[in-house]
């Protein structure tokens, strides 16, 4: 059985890659290609982490710092395997606790209407829905535009 604290959050490095990349491909039905998510380490080396396990990548988080320094989960997934065990936690309140440390105060992200696992994870963290975004997805469905102040 999994003991999360097994499980080490550290920075994404460029070996990880092909990793990521299987747990993209089987959580999203657009997913970033390595050229992109090459893109973001390279940019947000800070801020693209991931949880190991066993020496086996089983999930990431990728963070960028816009303008203002305001904080924007990009995606966050965890091998289906691994799901409902704590590990999209651990996550996100690492990425969180970064960011914070940066310097910024508010957080925010977009969410598929219809994915019920992460809005509610996105709540247990504190997010507030301010809006949606109408077809914003590629498949015309509609984003839960979430905010976090990070005090
Ligand atoms: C969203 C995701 C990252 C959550 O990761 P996880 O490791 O399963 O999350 P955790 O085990 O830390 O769960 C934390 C909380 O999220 C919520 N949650 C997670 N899975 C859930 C599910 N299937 N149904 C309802 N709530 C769920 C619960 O509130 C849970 O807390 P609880 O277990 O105390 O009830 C994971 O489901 C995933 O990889 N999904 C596919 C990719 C994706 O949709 N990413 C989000 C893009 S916006």
Not at 87 to 107: A, D, F, Q, T
Not at 111 to 137: E, M, Q, T
């Amino acid at each position: 059985m999994l003991q999360l604290y097994n499980v080490k959050i550290r920075e994404f490095k460029k070996s990880d890659i092909n990793d990521v990349y299987q747990i993209e491909l089987e959580s999203f039905p657009n997913p970033y290609s390595k050229n992109l998510l090459m893109y973001y380490h390279e940019e947000f080396p800070d801020t693209f982490l991931v949880a190991e396990y066993l020496n086996r990548v089983i999930g990431f988080v990728i963070a960028t710092i816009e303008y203002e320094c305001i904080g924007h989960i990009l995606s966050i997934a965890v091998k289906k395997e691994f799901r409902r065990k704590g590990i999209g936690s651990l996550l996100l309140g690492e990425v969180l606790n970064r960011l914070r440390k940066k310097g910024c105060k508010k957080v925010y992200l977009e969410v598929r209407v219809s994915n019920i696992p992460a809005i509610f994870l996105y709540k247990k963290f504190g997010f507030v829905c301010k809006g949606i975004i109408r077809k914003y997805y590629l498949n015309g469905e509609d984003a839960y535009l979430f905010e976090k102040e990070l005090i």
